[in-house]
C-alpha cells in the first residue's frame, strides 16, 4: 500500500513538474564576501578592478564620474568605467533602483541609489518634493546653463543648480539687466522635460527680458537623468497695430413737453 502510495505520488510530482505547475528550488549556500579591511567592498572586486587597499579607498572615484567605488560596488557598477553597459547613458545618469531619479542625484541629495523609497514612507523618491516646490523630483531641474550672445557680441552665461542645502545661481551677464530673481523664475517656469523648443524660447526670452537676435545655448539636466540641449535665438515681438477708434459725436436734441404744438416761423 505505501509503494503504491509513493509510485502514484512520484507521478503526480512528474506531471505537474512537466507542465510547469511546481518548481523545484536547489538550495543554495549563502556566498561569503571576505572584507579583510572592513571598506564596505568585497576584497576580490577590488582586486579585480586593481583598486588597492589602501585607507579611504571607498571614498574614492577610479573613473571621476562622481559615483565612489564604494557606492559603484552596491551597484553592481563598474568603477573604472563612466558607462558600465555601454548603453551610452553615463552612469551617473542611470536609474539604478528605478525610482525616477538617477543616481547622481540620489547621492547629492542624501537618498538611497539603492532604494526606490529611501525614507521608507511608502512615496517613491521621484515622486517626493524638494523643498518648498510643488514639482514631484523627476520634473524638477537639477542643473540649468544658459550661454547667451548679443547682436553686438557681448558673451554672457547663466548657471543654476539645485541642491539639498539651497540653491546655488551665478549669473555673468553684459548687459546688467539680468537678475537672480529672474533666473529664479525661469527655472521655475520650465520644471517640465516634455516642453517643445517653441515653449523653452518663449519662456526665456519673456522671463530674461532678451532682445531679439540673441543666441542662446541652453543645457538643462533633470534629476530624472534626462538632458534637454537646444541652440536658439531670440525674436522679434510681434507689433500690435492700434486701430483709430470712430469717434461719434452726440447731437443733442431738444425735449419737447407733451402736449406742446412747435411751429416753424417764416
Known amino acids: ?27 543554495s549556500k549563502p556566498v561569503k564576501v571576505v572584507d579583510k579591511n572592513k571598506d564596505g567592498i568585497a576584497d576580490d572586486w577590488q582586486t579585480k578592478y586593481k583598486l588597492g587597499f589602501a585607507k ?43 525610482d525616477g531619479v538617477s543616481n547622481i542625484s540620489e ?11 529611501s525614507d521608507g514612507d511608502r512615496i517613491l523618491d521621484g515622486k517626493e518634493q524638494l523643498g518648498k516646490s510643488k514639482v514631484a523630483l523627476t520634473k524638477q531641474i537639477r542643473n540649468f546653463e544658459l550661454q ?15 541642491q539639498k542645502k539651497g540653491n546655488t545661481i551665478v549669473v555673468k551677464d553684459p548687459t ?15 520644471q517640465s522635460s516634455s516642453l517643445t523648443k517653441e515653449d523653452l524660447l518663449k519662456k526665456i526670452q519673456t522671463d ?26 531670440t525674436k522679434q515681438e510681434p507689433v500690435v497695430e492700434e486701430k483709430d477708434e470712430e469717434v461719434t ?8 413737453p407733451t402736449g406742446t404744438v412747435v411751429t416753424e416761423s417764416e
Not at 218 to 233: C, I, P, Q, Y
Open 1 to 27: 500500500m505505501n509503494k503504491k502510495k509513493m509510485m502514484l505520488g512520484g507521478l503526480a510530482v512528474a506531471l505537474l513538474l512537466s507542465q510547469g505547475v511546481v518548481t523545484v528550488e536547489a538550495k
Open 56 to 98: 579611504g579607498v571607498e571614498k574614492q572615484d577610479k573613473d571621476k564620474d562622481g559615483l565612489t567605488n564604494l557606492v559603484e560596488y552596491k551597484l553592481n557598477l563598474n568603477p573604472t568605467s563612466t558607462d558600465s553597459d555601454k548603453d551610452k547613458i553615463l552612469d551617473v545618469n542611470e536609474d539604478f533602483d528605478k
Open 107 to 117: 547621492i547629492e541629495l542624501g537618498l538611497s541609489p539603492e532604494k526606490a523609497d
Open 148 to 162: 547667451f550672445q548679443t547682436s553686438n557680441k557681448k558673451v554672457g552665461k547663466i548657471q543654476y543648480k539645485m
Open 176 to 190: 546688467g539687466t539680468i537678475t537672480k530673481e529672474m533666473v529664479s523664475k525661469l527655472v521655475t517656469d520650465i
Open 208 to 233: 530674461l527680458a532678451l532682445p531679439a537676435g540673441v543666441k542662446i545655448h541652453v543645457n538643462a539636466g533633470f534629476f530624472s537623468g534626462k538632458e534637454v540641449k537646444s541652440d536658439l535665438v
Open 249 to 256: 459725436e452726440e447731437v443733442p436734441t431738444e425735449t419737447v
